[in-house]
T-cell receptor, first 116, second 115 residues
Framework: AQTVTQSQPEMSVQEAETVTLSCTYDTSESDYYLFWYKQPPSRQMILVIRQEAYKQQNATENRFSVNFQKAAKSFSLKISDSQLGDAAMYFCAYRRAQTSGSRLTFGEGTQLTVNP | DGGITQSPKYLFRKEGQNVTLSCEQNLNHDAMYWYRQDPGQGLRLIYYSQIVNDFQKGDIAEGYSVSREKKESFPLTVTSAQKNPTAFYLC??????????????FGEGSRLTVL
């Protein structure tokens, strides 16, 4: 079974600084998706960024970027120029690609605090 | 606007009662999911359905039941057999069609409290 591990239950960063959230996963599949979701206090799950395993290039979305290391099964999220609105719980997630409609497996989350 | 609607947002239940959480989507997605979230924890999969009239158990299906009679709807019943039902419940959907980005789209959640 696939597992996703986030080893940092809590992180904090100063406004305008950069922070990196860690994620590792375990799978025997070669084709899959990886995601970072954000859950603010409203508890709405918001997609931050996604990565397709067959793509070597790291995904980037504005201030958010990932460091995808397929061999090491590592998928970290870097947030640049942190803003107060970035404060939230961040979840790393994995999904197989071969089967559409397959399940999404989540890590336990990292609570990010942004200090003014 | 297309999206996923969960209701009710807050629900209180007495022990021994069954309750049903509603999830409706107008995204024309084939697959739908129910996740449970406990405080400070990640999301755990309860049930999922890839197509109408078919569904599979997730990791924590005991004490829950679902139905998928319509593509748009995937209600979750929390039965009295669920020993610790107080939690936040999230419904999600995804497409099985070409162009699947892998992403799950989520509703706003339902908070169930057992009194």
């Amino acid at each position: 079974a696939q597992t996703v591990t986030q080893s940092q239950p809590e992180m904090s960063v100063q406004e305008a600084e950069t922070v990196t959230l860690s994620c590792t996963y375990d799978t025997s599949e070669s084709d899959y998706y990886l995601f970072w979701y954000k859950q603010p206090p409203s508890r709405q799950m918001i997609l931050v960024i996604r990565q397709e395993a067959y793509k070597q290039q790291n995904a980037t979305e504005n201030r958010f970027s990932v460091n995808f290391q397929k061999a090491a099964k590592s998928f970290s999220l870097k947030i640049s120029d942190s803003q107060l609105g970035d404060a939230a719980m961040y979840f790393c997630a994995y999904r197989r690609a071969q089967t559409s409609g397959s399940r999404l497996t989540f890590g336990e989350g990292t609570q990010l605090t942004v200090n003014p | 606007d297309g999206g996923i609607t969960q209701s009710p947002k807050y629900l209180f239940r007495k022990e021994g009662q069954n309750v049903t959480l509603s999830c409706e989507q107008n995204l024309n997605h084939d697959a739908m999911y129910w996740y449970r979230q406990d405080p400070g924890q990640g999301l755990r999969l309860i049930y999922y359905s890839q197509i109408v009239n078919d569904f599979q158990k997730g990791d924590i299906a005991e004490g829950y039941s679902v139905s998928r009679e319509k593509k748009e709807s995937f209600p979750l019943t929390v039965t009295s057999a669920q020993k610790n039902p107080t939690a936040f419940y999230l419904c999600a959907s995804s497409t099985r069609q070409g162009g699947d980005t892998g992403e799950l789209f989520f509703g706003e959640g339902s908070r169930l409290t057992v009194l």
